[in-house]
Nanobody, 114 residues
Framework: QVQLVESGGGLVQPGGSLRLSCAAS????????VGWYRQAPGKQRELVAY???????KYTDSVKGRFTISRDNAKNTVYLQMNSLKPEDTAVYYC????????WGQGTQVTVSS
């Protein structure tokens, strides 16, 4: 049974920072494409960033220069460092890992508000 355990969400003021973590209980973690998605109220889930062994690291345009995705294969963990946060970044953030199958975390709430 694959599990993804997320942590690091919370309430932050505009301009602040948060780091999300996602620990995955999969074998051979290094071969997986890992990513972060988010879903704001009333909106569809959207891709934020991912790391692929095939085509590297990609970001959605709205977070480029502010967010950084990284992975630690020794710890089976993927991170999302979020800086210069804006109210429009408010959403539930989901971790995703995929190879032949795709797995999702439970989601962690990020709220950017003064």
């Amino acid at each position: 049974q694959v599990q993804l355990v997320e942590s690091g969400g919370g309430l932050v003021q505009p301009g602040g920072s948060l780091r999300l973590s996602c620990a995955a209980s999969v074998h051979s973690f290094s071969i997986y494409t890992v990513g972060w998605y988010r879903q704001a109220p009333g909106k569809q889930r959207e891709l934020v960033a991912y790391i692929s062994t095939v085509d590297g690291t990609k970001y959605t345009d709205s977070v480029k220069g502010r967010f950084t995705i990284s992975r630690d294969n020794a710890k089976n963990t993927v991170y999302l460092q979020m800086n210069s946060l804006k109210p429009e970044d408010t959403a539930v953030y989901y971790c995703n890992v995929r190879w032949t199958d795709a797995y999702w975390g439970q989601g962690t709430q990020v709220t950017v508000s003064s």
